[in-house]
């Protein structure tokens, strides 16, 4: 073996080996410290009232898109053989994949408004931190990579539920095993390494407010607020 295939393997081994665990491990240990001594900062600090009709433009449909898209891989990581069933009709198989892409380009489309308001707006940029500008880019660049497989290596929800499922069980065991992943094309490869920093990277962000869920919320009755236009003061009415 070459010094070229040798220095390969080892660089494979750490990002499909050890960055999935050191990536876990920084997900839950970071999350549960800021909890522990932030747990205001649990929101999603929403600039929703800066600027609200391209917040609606961009939200919406990146929201629907990347939870159904996060929706699929979950299901193929559960019952992959079932899709792999599911995928034995060309025409199914077209039909999931054509609905997979639109999802995609949803969310990417949604995103990239977001982007593009936080740039346009004054007030909405200065609210915007470092982290909040790193955390856009890795989002950019998971879903850009992920409509380039699903448009140009095909069959996503196939080879997900075939190769990538297998190698994230075998992590899930502590018997990782790459050899998954070693005829995967680099877009496919990039897609899961920004996947895992994703991970890591989680707990310095906002994304945490998708771990607070507000229950409260679910049988509290509807409140109706009123601004006083003379007082300049805000009655919440029950």
């Not at 522990?36 to 917040?55: A, D, I, P």
């Not at 990538?164 to 990039?190: C, G, H, K, Q």
Request: glycine content about 4%; charged content about 10%.
């Amino acid at each position: 073996m070459n010094l070229s295939a040798e220095a390969f393997r080892y660089l494979d081994q750490f990002l499909f080996i050890a960055l999935p665990y050191l990536a876990f491990a920084i997900f839950f240990i970071g999350t549960i410290q800021r909890y522990r001594m932030q747990s205001f900062t649990y929101s999603s600090l929403s600039s929703q009232l800066l600027e609200n009709k391209q917040h609606f433009w961009g939200m919406v449909p990146f929201h629907y898109g990347i939870l159904v898209i996060l929706a699929g891989h979950v299901v193929a990581f559960l019952i992959p053989r079932a899709v792999l069933a599911w995928n034995g009709k060309p025409l199914r198989l077209y039909i999931l994949e054509v609905a997979a892409l639109i999802c995609g380009m949803l969310a990417l489309v949604g995103l990239v408004m977001a982007v593009v308001r936080r740039i346009r707006h004054p007030r909405i940029r200065i609210v915007t931190t470092v982290p909040d500008w790193i955390l856009l880019a890795m989002l950019l660049f998971q879903i850009a990579t992920g409509v380039l497989v699903a448009i140009f290596v095909g069959w996503g929800s196939s080879w997900f539920a075939a190769a990538a499922t297998p190698y994230l069980r075998s992590l899930l065991v502590f018997s990782p095993d790459i050899n998954y992943l070693a005829e995967m094309p680099w877009v496919v490869r990039l897609h899961i390494i920004n996947a895992f920093l994703l991970i890591a990277f989680f707990p310095f962000t906002r994304l945490v407010h998708v771990l607070v869920v507000p229950n409260m919320y679910l049988w509290r009755k509807p409140q109706v607020v009123r601004w006083n236009w003379n007082r300049h003061t805000v009655r919440r009415v029950d």
